[in-house]
Nanobody, 123 residues
Framework: QVQLVESGGGLVQAGGSLRLSCVASGRTFSSYFMGWFRRAPGKEREFVAAFSWIARSTLYADSVKGRFTISRDVASNTLYLQMNSLKPEDTAVYYC????????????????WGQGTQVTVSS
């Protein structure tokens, strides 16, 4: 079992920055693929970014590429999402997720989810 707890959301003006954190506990964090997803009001959940511990590679949605950076600190069992140049359309509840399958994370599925943290970007 893996427990995920997100933090770092808030209200920010367009063009501003936020850093989200996701602390994992439970099973060995380093063996899981991790990702960030978001759900905007009235919309379906969408993929934002993912981190592959095997390939040390990252994957981003086109909408956030060049603005968001996903990273992980194994020592503290923490996943981060640095969000720069925020836009009003980035407003959503952001969730971190963990799974042992890279294709599942990449395609938006995961065994474990956090409770979410609200990000609101004002224009």
């Amino acid at each position: 079992q893996v427990q995920l707890v997100e933090s770092g959301g808030g209200l920010v003006q367009a063009g501003g920055s936020l850093r989200l954190s996701c602390v994992a506990s439970g099973r060995t964090f380093s063996s899981y693929f991790m990702g960030w997803f978001r759900r905007a009001p009235g919309k379906e959940r969408e993929f934002v970014a993912a981190f592959s511990w095997i390939a040390r590679s990252t994957l981003y949605a086109d909408s956030v590429k060049g603005r968001f950076t996903i990273s992980r600190d194994v020592a503290s069992n923490t996943l981060y999402l640095q969000m720069n140049s925020l836009k009003p359309e980035d407003t959503a509840v952001y969730y971190c997720a963990a799974d042992q399958s890279w294709p599942r994370i990449r395609d938006g599925y995961a065994d474990y989810w956090g409770q979410g943290t609200q990000v609101t970007v004002s224009s």
